[in-house]
């Protein structure tokens, strides 16, 4: 659902930071297990999910359970419901093999090789989405001003509220993408632009902002609207170094 | 690997995630083998050391730091490396007068192909909620102190692309060699929690 615990951008009370030194890459056994087979199974071409498939599960376990579940039991959990979901096995199976597991701890799992298939799981890893080509022209232009939409639909998407309703400035118009969005069909033409919009930090948090921020999005066309620079989402010149350098576009 | 002996009682997860792995392997839907690749790639080859790579490089030659800031997918292709997560990669420069900052407050998107998997920290909620509202705080528990002069720019990654920051070349390191450079690229300063600090013993 769209205003879930998930979007905690701009939340209080969840303590400090807690730095770590750079230790082992997985924490836990299992953990390397669950990250390895679920890219070995997407990468295989078996289970094919749309864009934020696995994310709107996440975001739909519920408030309470999404903040007492650590991070990769919730990705074990989204990722055997969308296994199930699109058929690769049952849930009475996944039941049955963890009872018999729980039963006999001891037992060797069983192991099979195809080097072939295994080099492939291995090559795919550098792959990643490419943009769509561009059917058509983007509304928007980099330094105009732009307005995030106040959108409070259910369903996933990926308009976090700590910008909704703020007003900030295109920095860069990046390639075509399929928005992830459970009411796409509302947002306008799929496949659309990705923008990355620049927020004064005063026009999110108000007067009490850190001084001297500038937070960056990356924005779907169809969460924007036109909009007049306001006093608030001008990039404060007071605070800025008269030869700021811009980012890099 | 998953079936050593352990001394205390193994966790309902481990077990679960186990079944998992039993099942789809004896469907053939995948083979062992190719858990192992990925596991393997993942604590062996797919690191932080990449991004280092790409930082000492773009320390040496400013061309190719031009082109990596332009276009950082294409650029770090040239060092055989992939932003392996995210279509398009943007990589921020640090410089006197501005500090970039990445993170992902929805999930925990992260440059994998660059960084490798993301410390548990990142995809904790403290940072998830804190880095766009307070990142000066943020920064300040990870010793960083930042005067207010400087301008913090916070890359929050909500949809496909991904960041990685080229942190300042720190003072002291004339003399080093591109691989000697490497060695000195945290994954956290290309993060953007913290600088690269001088050798130690540098001027």
Redesign the interface.
């Known amino acids: 659902m769209s205003n879930t615990i998930?979007?905690?951008?701009?939340?209080?009370?969840?303590?400090?930071?807690?730095?770590?030194p750079?230790g082992?890459?997985?924490?836990?056994?299992?953990?390397?297990?669950?990250?390895?087979?679920r890219?070995?199974?997407i990468r295989?071409g078996?289970l094919k999910l749309r864009p934020g498939e696995n994310?709107g599960i996440?975001e739909t376990m519920g408030n309470a359970a999404y903040?007492q579940t650590p991070?990769?039991?919730r990705f074990?959990r989204s990722?055997?419901d969308r296994?199930v979901a699109h058929g690769?096995?049952t849930q009475a199976?996944?039941d049955a093999?963890?009872a018999?597991?729980?039963a006999d701890?001891?037992a060797?799992?069983?192991?099979?090789?195809?080097?072939e298939?295994?080099?492939a799981?291995?090559a795919s890893?550098?792959?990643?989405?490419?943009?769509k080509p561009a059917s058509g022209e983007p509304v928007f232009e980099a330094g105009q001003a732009v307005r995030a939409r106040n959108l409070n639909w259910e369903g996933h998407n990926?308009?976090?509220r700590?910008v909704r309703g703020r007003t900030g400035i295109v920095e860069?118009v990046?390639?075509w993408?399929v928005i992830?969005d459970d009411h796409a069909e509302r947002l306008g033409r799929n496949p659309q632009p990705?923008y990355?919009v620049?927020f004064d930090g005063r026009e999110?948090?108000g007067p009490d902002?850190?001084?001297?921020?500038?937070?960056?999005?990356?924005?779907?066309e169809g969460y924007l609207e036109p909009a007049e620079l306001g006093a608030e989402a001008a990039f404060g010149a007071e605070?800025?170094?008269a030869?700021?350098?811009e980012?890099?576009s | 690997m998953s079936n050593h002996h352990r001394p205390e009682p193994e966790s309902y997860a481990s077990m679960r995630a186990r079944a998992l792995e039993a099942l789809l392997v004896e469907k053939g839907i995948i083979t062992t083998d190719s858990i192992d690749a990925v596991v393997q790639a993942y604590e062996d080859d797919i690191g932080p050391r990449n991004g280092a790579r790409v930082v000492a490089r773009a320390w040496v030659d400013p061309q190719f730091k031009a082109r990596l800031l332009a276009d950082g997918r294409a650029a770090v292709a040239e060092l055989g490396l992939a932003s392996g997560q995210g279509a398009e990669l943007l990589v921020v420069e640090n410089t006197a007068d501005t500090h970039n900052l990445i993170v992902c407050t929805l999930c925990s998107c992260y440059p994998a192909g660059l960084l490798g998997l993301p410390p548990k920290w990142y995809k904790d909620f403290a940072y998830r909620s804190r880095a766009v509202i307070e990142p000066r705080s943020v920064l300040s528990e990870f010793g960083t102190e930042l005067p207010d002069q400087v301008q913090v720019r916070v890359w929050d990654s909500t949809a496909e692309l991904r960041y990685m920051v080229l942190p300042e070349r720190p003072a002291g390191t004339d003399g080093l060699s591109e691989d000697e450079l490497v060695e000195l690229v945290s994954r956290d300063s290309m993060i953007g929690v913290v600088k690269v600090p001088s050798p130690a013993g540098a001027a």
């Open positions: 998930h979007d905690m951008g701009g939340m209080h009370g969840f303590g400090p930071v807690e730095p770590e750079p082992p890459v997985f924490h836990e056994a299992w953990e390397g297990r669950l990250w390895g087979m890219q070995a199974v295989s078996k994310r996440i903040l991070y990769f039991e074990l990722t055997i296994m690769l096995f199976e996944i093999r963890t018999a597991i729980q701890p001891a060797p799992l069983p192991r099979t090789q195809d080097p298939a295994a080099a799981a291995r890893l550098a792959n990643a989405p490419w943009p990926r308009l976090p700590y860069r990046n390639g993408y992830e990705v990355t620049g999110i948090w902002a850190e001084p001297n921020l500038r937070v960056y999005l990356e924005l779907w605070t800025e170094p030869a700021a350098p980012a890099n």
